[in-house]
């Protein structure tokens, strides 16, 4: 009986400590796709052109559709790029802080080309 109020006990406190607020959450994903042609983007789960989000942990898949670009993303603690002749997905786990990010493709970063805010 001492044993199972003991567990019962542990139980409840690991469950409180998981609904916590502040506790960790799952990434939020993004992804960024360079190629074909001379595109180069980052979208939300939703589609859509990422301009702001919120600093946390994000999960960046990318996806690079030709050998002749890669996707580079800098900014504050970040600095994740592809290879030139990669092609294919990768999966970068970051974390992203108040501050402003840009993507480029390296060799064409006059045109492809993008930035947003981290609040």
């Given amino acids: ?66 050998t002749n670009h890669n996707f580079h993303l800098s900014g504050l603690g970040v600095n994740k790029r592809t290879g030139l002749a990669f092609k294919g997905r990768q999966t970068w786990n970051v974390r992203l802080r108040k501050g402003t990010y840009r993507y480029v493709c390296d060799p064409h970063a006059f045109n492809m080309k993008g930035s947003f805010r981290v609040v």
């Fill in 1 to 66: 009986m001492k044993r199972s109020i003991v567990r019962t006990a542990t139980c409840v406190a690991v469950g409180a400590a998981l609904l916590a607020p502040g506790s960790a959450q799952a990434a939020t994903k993004l992804t960024a796709t360079v190629g074909p042609g001379f595109t180069i983007t980052l979208k939300n789960a939703a589609g859509k052109k990422v301009t702001r989000v919120k600093a946390g942990a994000y999960t960046i898949v990318v996806v690079d559709r030709a």
